[in-house]
């Protein structure tokens, strides 16, 4: 039981490029969250989905794009990457079978852009 | 307006307990409190949650105030392991999102 795995852990990026964040769970979780962390602050929402096919923003969602076609993955998309989103980003997923379960994080993408 | 509010350090003697305070005075009435530990910038680790009663599990144990506007994180004999930063969330507006807030950093000390 894997739970929460992020790919790549570490990339850097030119302004203007694009990637993909990966990210998939095996504990068949319906709720997936995607957060950004920069140094010393707390982690900000960015966009979360609540099951296949469904997909809504978060506090931060400007410069990026999400798609959720299964129920393990739930890729983030930066289509022209800044440096402002130099950031660790981090993947959650909730079970919700009952509201109040908690949020099981991945060990994060450290993306810099140059 | 922040939805919960830590201080931003505390030390601890190992061995001893750590007592971690969160403010989080909007909490409504069906809304969980939840705490995360975060070490070395790794992913958020999950501790304890609770809505009205105090909690204990293996990690830790906490005690909610009877009003629910604050709660106490209590690790009973701090390791020099439990040094990292303590994040007290709550849900937003009873939705799908939750606040983290900036957490507190423990430092443990010989």
């Known amino acids: 039981n894997a739970g929460v795995t992020q790919t790549p852990k570490f990339r850097i990026l030119k302004i203007g490029q694009s990637m993909t964040l990966q990210c998939t769970q095996d504990?068949?979780?319906?709720?997936m969250y995607w957060y950004r962390q920069d140094p010393g602050m707390g982690l900000k929402l960015i966009y979360y989905?609540?099951?296949?096919?469904?997909?809504d923003k978060g506090e931060v969602p400007n410069g990026y794009n999400v798609s959720r076609s299964t129920t393990e993955d739930f890729p983030l998309r930066l289509e022209l990457a800044a440096p402002s989103q130099t950031s660790v980003y981090f993947c959650?997923?909730?079970?919700?079978?009952?509201?109040?379960?908690?949020?099981?994080f991945g060990d994060g993408t450290r993306l810099s852009i140059l | 307006d922040a939805k919960t509010t830590q201080p931003p350090s505390m030390d601890c003697a190992e061995g001893r307990a750590a007592n971690l305070p969160c403010n989080h005075s909007?909490?409504?009435?069906?809304?969980?409190v939840y705490w995360y530990r975060q070490i070395h910038s790794q992913g958020p680790q999950y501790i304890i949650h609770?809505?009205?009663n105090n909690e204990t599990n293996e990690m830790a144990s906490l005690i909610i105030t009877e009003d629910r506007k604050s709660s106490t994180l209590i690790l009973p004999h701090a390791t020099l392991r439990d040094t990292a930063v303590y994040y007290c969330?709550?849900?937003?507006?009873?939705?799908?999102?939750?606040?983290f807030g900036t957490g507190t950093s423990l430092t443990v000390i010989p």
């Open positions: 909007t909490i409504s009435g069906n809304e969980y």
């Open positions: 504990m068949n979780h319906n709720y």
């Open positions: 989905s609540v099951g296949a096919g469904i997909t």
């Open positions: 969330i709550v849900r937003v507006d009873n939705g799908n999102q939750f606040y």
């Open positions: 609770g809505l009205k």
């Open positions: 959650a997923s909730k079970e919700d079978r009952m509201g109040n379960q908690p949020q099981h």
